[in-house]
């Protein structure tokens, strides 16, 4: 955690929303069968401080890659985020780089499948990389996605 001012220490709110999510971060990941298919999965949950990407999982996300890259595996991302976890500053930002830097071997080099699916919402620095790297990009009917929510935008405009 970096010099950002919150309401509660950041570590307290980790806690907290551990314990009130069961989670231990804002995104699992795994491997399983897709109709038969293996393939590497990844799951953000947004009921966990937002679904914020933090170092945390940028570090699953960026690994699961790898793993499936090495592997051969395509690889299936759920999206459901608000951005960057401002609590950790620029090691938040610096993830958005790390993961599509990991996708890009994994599609590019090893010319292999990522399908990015979009829940609501998707915003930020989630959007701003790996969410629109998709070599197919699906959505949820009305989902809310874009650079900046809504509260952002109104703040702004103000």
Known sequence: PLEFKDQKPYTERLKDAQERTGLQDAVQTGTGLLDGIPIALGVMDFNF???SMGSVVGEKITSLI????HEGLPVVLVCASGGARM???ILSLMQMAKISAAFHVHQ???KLLYISVLTSPTTG???ASFAML???IFAEPKALIGFA???VIEQTLQ
Request: some cysteine.
């Open 108 to 110: 590019n080099c090893a």
């Open 87 to 89: 609590q950790e500053g």
């Open 149 to 151: 929510g809504r509260r």
């Open 134 to 136: 998709g070599d197919l």
């Open 49 to 51: 401080m937002g679904g």
């Open 125 to 127: 620095g989630v959007t």
């Open 66 to 69: 790898e793993y499936a890259t």
